[in-house]
């Protein structure tokens, strides 16, 4: 009984903070210069003064940063981003001569660095690498912590800048990108990120500059290490591939030397003030290989219910905001409605599926049925603290936002357990999605729905007292059409490419499941949510390019098309409601949007779902060979 | 008619304030406000195990789990006296929190479930598990007469899924009550204490649900075998 109560509570918890963040974020994207709520203008509205006339930002007689049109804020939007790529890929290049690196890493491979500046600008936070053996301290603040914050600031203000769209009339401008990013980061982003880190650290994440701990063993160890061959001048002999080579002995077995392990090595750094906008902007690159499993990134159960709904609050509470910003809030709980629906079931069945593990397992007599002193369920890739249901609410929570940071692993979850999280993700992050850029997916969703529902009752489509043309239902079926030719697209190259290409040569386990790693990972990238099936060896030259290349372009190929739309909208006048007018606020009209939804993501990914997940499936329930 | 805004300079100008705001600013003032409030959480909970012998050296995180158990059933019964943790994915050996010559580090086995490997892991653990017991005399399963070498021997009490699966992370400190009260017979006998203060000392070291609701209750493994090796060598 206490896994549903856990599930039904952290989404209490959400709902009730919506309405005062979302009201909160509405006052500050509408917001005077120097002003916003909560004693926050008075304390840094000279920090947003002097950024702006650092900047050279325009200001109007009204001393307002002067409003742009829908061409020059794309461009600055773009050139902003583009900046932070470079900027990432440098950190990562030059690490080694740089200071804050305790540990002493050297660069990063130029792959690696060109796949995670690409996936840290995206808000995808894909990881190809693990943090604790990769990244010194200085490039994950600077270059992957500055991200985090920028990233999810960029997805806020394309959708302030749809939203304004929606709302405004007649007019030729959508906002002033430079506000937006620093009215967003200063006012929103940075206080609620310090106040979950300090909250962080007080469960015990780590907020150090010192290097790794040692500390000695209760039980020492010991394992049997290969020993390489060297040559007569004592260098290790390589093969064609630059592979060391083993040394064998004269009876042609492989020799090994026994290497004592006294010590454990306990890694620490500035982990709990970049968890907690990792969590907050919906980014998810984990300061540790394991994210969000790892005891230092996520200690307790308070920590994990803190990070959960670090997860889902700003996406769930732009909802609101966005109904404040139209001046209707029946809106904004509408859209708001139309994630749940989605939602809820997706969880309840992530979890009735984990809870009841995986038959052959339990035939070799272990418990997998949940007690008062057990978890049971399917515990492998799980942590002994969060158990069953906190494992399945952070898979569908982490999947519907475009998270991506997972507290258990994806990977070994049950075949149908991991295809939920699978397909909250190709359904195209717009349940709840990413800070920003879910509810300017979901808002075009709405504008497909409006047009079909147009359509079914031979109306002219509206939204909001504003015609829908063809140039707007362009435009979202680009939104709606460009992840699924990724993930699609993607995924058929990586299985169709000769051997020695790389396609299929990093996946790690057998049959239908080897599909599914392949189809998770474009499916993460090409949505931009940065989860995976963490065993495909994906830090290769194929999978660092290719899936670089899938994050690009869903970011900004979305993001081109949804401010075209801001841009058209805005310039267009509000007719009156009539008696013929479709209301969409309505359950009649959550029903045709979560209908949308679910039809083009059921109608897209169902053939690929049933090569991976459902042949998985069908494989466990079948008697053992 | 106003000519194009400048986008080049604000651009360059914005992302450099801003990422000295964030990526400098903002972590070093968290670190500061974290090492005077919560000094020891936030450089990894260390602890020193007073009885160790190790000279008042670190004996580990109270985070992080350390390895006492195997899956050699070989190795088995010199482990016997320990409470075992979770099986780890981590190379080179179990629990390797950071390797920085071997690169390597927190890791999950990440093995799907339709995977062999899985299932051979799984009984390899239970094998060691069983050779465990059996070197202080317990024994766990029963033979059906007539059984063959295809059918597995038939399971006396069902061990707990967390003590025979590998954690998230590789480096999980906990396990649940049940599986430590599994081990109580094997540990009891193997250090002769009694079953009931075993699990009085199980008892000190489990962790119910935080405010009774939210996670799972655990037993923090090295703390108890810490506190184990101080009452009986």
Redesign the interface.
């Known amino acids: 009984m206490n896994g549903p109560l856990q599930l039904m509570i952290s989404l209490a918890v959400l709902l009730a903070l919506v309405k005062p963040l979302g009201w909160f974020m509405a006052r500050v994207l509408e917001g005077q210069t120097g002003d916003a709520p909560l004693g926050l203008g008075r304390t840094f509205g000279w920090l947003e003064r002097i950024i702006y006339a650092l900047c050279g930002v325009r200001m109007n007689v009204e001393r307002r940063p002067v409003e742009m049109g829908w061409e020059p804020y794309t461009v600055g939007i773009l050139l902003f981003n583009a900046i932070g790529f470079v900027a990432v890929y440098a950190l990562q290049r030059l690490q080694g001569a740089l200071p804050a690196n305790p540990a002493g890493l050297g660069p990063v491979e130029a792959g690696s660095a060109f796949n995670t500046a690409v996936s840290f600008v995206t808000n995808t936070n894909w990881q190809g690498y693990g943090g604790e053996t990769t990244m010194s301290y200085l490039t994950q603040m600077l270059g992957l912590g500055v991200q985090n914050f920028l990233s999810a600031a960029t997805g806020i203000a394309v959708l302030a800048a749809l939203i304004r769209g929606l709302a405004r009339r007649s007019s030729a401008t959508i906002g002033n990108c430079w506000a937006d990013l620093t009215r967003v980061t200063l006012y929103i982003l940075l206080p609620l990120s310090a106040v979950l880190a300090i909250a962080l650290v007080s469960q015990g994440v780590v907020q150090s500059f010192r290097g790794p701990q040692t500390v000695v063993l209760t039980v020492p160890l010991s394992y049997d290490e290969p020993v390489m061959k060297t040559d007569a001048a004592g260098n290790v002999v390589s093969d064609t591939e630059g592979k060391p080579v083993p040394l064998t002995g004269p009876d042609g077995k492989p020799v090994t030397k026994l290497v004592a392990v006294t010590t454990q090595t306990i890694p620490l750094g500035p982990a709990a003030s970049q968890i907690a906008i990792k969590q907050l902007g919906t980014n998810g690159g984990g300061f540790f290989n394991v994210n969000s499993a790892h005891p230092l990134e996520n200690p307790t159960a308070l920590s994990n219910f803190l990070q959960v709904l670090a997860i889902l609050l700003i996406p769930a509470a732009l909802c609101w905001t966005f109904g404040e910003m139209v001046r209707d809030r029946r809106q904004g709980w509408a859209v708001l409605a139309a994630m749940l629906v989605i939602f809820v079931p997706l969880l309840a069945a992530t979890y009735a599926f984990e809870s009841r593990g995986t038959p052959a397992i339990a035939a070799l007599g272990v418990d997998t049925m949940a007690g008062t002193a057990g978890p049971g369920g399917n515990m492998e890739g799980k942590e002994a603290r969060f158990g069953i249901a906190d494992s399945a609410l952070w898979a569908a929570a982490t999947t519907a936002a475009s998270n991506g940071s997972v507290n258990a692993m994806h990977d070994s979850f049950t075949p149908l357990g991991g295809l939920i999280p699978m397909w909250l993700m190709q359904l195209g992050e717009v349940v709840f999605g990413g800070v920003g850029s879910g509810l300017y997916g979901m808002l075009m969703f709405v504008i497909v729905s409006v047009f079909v529902a147009g359509l079914m009752v031979g109306r002219t489509p509206e939204y909001l007292g504003k015609k829908i043309d063809p140039f707007e239902m362009k435009m979202a079926a680009i939104v709606v059409l460009v992840p699924c030719a990724l993930v699609l697209v993607g995924t058929a190259v990586a299985v169709a490419l000769p051997e020695g290409w790389g396609g299929r040569a990093g996946v790690s386990n057998p049959g239908p499941h080897a599909f599914s790693q392949i189809l998770y990972a474009f499916s993460s990238a090409g949505n931009n949510n940065g989860s995976a099936f963490a065993g495909l060896s994906a830090n290769t030259p194929f999978y660092n390019l290719a899936l670089g290349l899938a994050m690009w372009f869903s970011r900004f190929w979305i993001i081109v098309p949804v401010l075209a739309v801001a841009g058209s909208m805005a310039g267009k006048k509000i007719t009156p409601a009539t008696s013929g007018t479709l209301p969409t606020h309505t359950p009649v009209f959550v029903g045709m949007l979560v209908a949308v939804v679910i039809i083009v993501g059921a109608l897209t990914f169902v053939p690929a779902l049933a090569l991976g997940p459902v042949a998985e499936h069908l494989q466990l329930s079948a008697p053992a060979r | 008619m ?1 000519s ?12 450099v ?3 000295i ?4 600013i ?2 070093l ?3 500061g ?3 005077v ?2 000094a020891d ?6 602890i020193t ?1 007073a009885g ?1 012998g ?1 000279g008042g ?12 158990g195997t899956s050699d059933p070989a190795a088995a019964p010199a ?1 016997a006296k ?1 409470f075992w943790g ?1 099986p780890s994915a981590t190379s ?9 010559d071997k ?14 490997a ?2 051979d892991n ?2 390899a653990r ?1 094998a060691a598990l069983d050779a465990a017991d059996a070197s202080v005399g317990i024994v766990r ?1 029963i033979t059906a007469p007539g059984a063959t070498d295809s059918t ?1 021997a ?2 006396i009490t ?5 003590l ?16 430590a ?1 599994y081990q109580v017979p094997r540990i009891a006998k193997a250090r002769g204490l009694t079953e009931d203060a075993l699990r009085a000392l199980v008892h000190q070291h489990t962790q119910g ?2 405010f009774g ?6 037993v923090n493994v ?1 703390a108890l ?2 506190a184990l ?1 101080n009452i009986s060598r």
Not at chain 2, 166 to 179: E, K, R
């Open positions: 106003l194009h805004p400048p986008i080049i300079r604000p651009a360059l100008i914005l992302f304030i801003l990422s705001i964030t990526g400098i903002y972590p003032a968290i670190t406000i974290a090492q409030a919560f959480k936030a450089n990894g909970s260390i195990d160790s190790n050296k670190p004996s580990g995180s109270s985070l992080i789990g350390q390895e006492f482990l320990w979770r080179p050996v179990p629990y390797t929190a950071l390797n920085l690169g390597t580090g927190s890791s999950g086995s990440n093995l799907a479930q339709t995977n062999p899985l299932l799984i009984k239970l399963t597995p038939q399971r069902a061990v707990p899924v967390d025979v699966t590998s954690s998230a992370s590789g480096l999980d400190p906990h396990i649940s009550p049940a599986a009260e649900r935080a609701l939210l996670g799972e209750p655990v090295l075998n810490q090796g």
